[in-house]
């Protein structure tokens, strides 16, 4: 009986550095579980993205020609320059303010006067020569 008493406390205390092996073992199993996991999906992650750009990039190639032509059909009128004439913007013939850009369909004239001057002298005025 002596000696099973002696087996039993040597097992009793043998527990808990028992214990602290089955944890330490469990952590290192997990830490290398969720390194495994991460670099897989990691990888997995990366592959997919890859095969996002490649398809965006090949549909770019395969739609080229059909969006150089939306493009050079509205590139023109989107934005282009106006001269002044003695019948449109007279006042602004020869002034340094004159802007004459058309954007999206619309003539923006100069910043004093975005749509023009109606009269025939404008009072902001400038000689183009004061650049020079």
Known sequence: MEEWSKNIV?????????????F???????D??????????????????QDM???????S???EDEFEDIWDETEPSFTYP???TPKKNSACVGC???HGQVYGGNLFVCAMHPYG????????WESDETDL
């Open 10 to 22: 040597e097992i009793l205390e043998s527990v808990p550095q028992m214990v602290d092996e089955f």
């Open 24 to 30: 330490i073992e469990v952590t290192e199993a997990v």
């Open 32 to 49: 290398f579980f969720a390194d495994e996991l991460q670099s897989t999906i990691g990888v997995e992650i990366e592959q997919y993205l």
């Open 53 to 59: 750009l490649d398809e965006i990039f090949e549909l």
């Open 61 to 63: 190639f395969a739609f």
């Open 82 to 84: 106006v001269e002044p």
């Open 96 to 98: 340094h303010h004159y």
């Open 117 to 124: 001057w109606e009269a025939e002298n404008c009072p902001d």
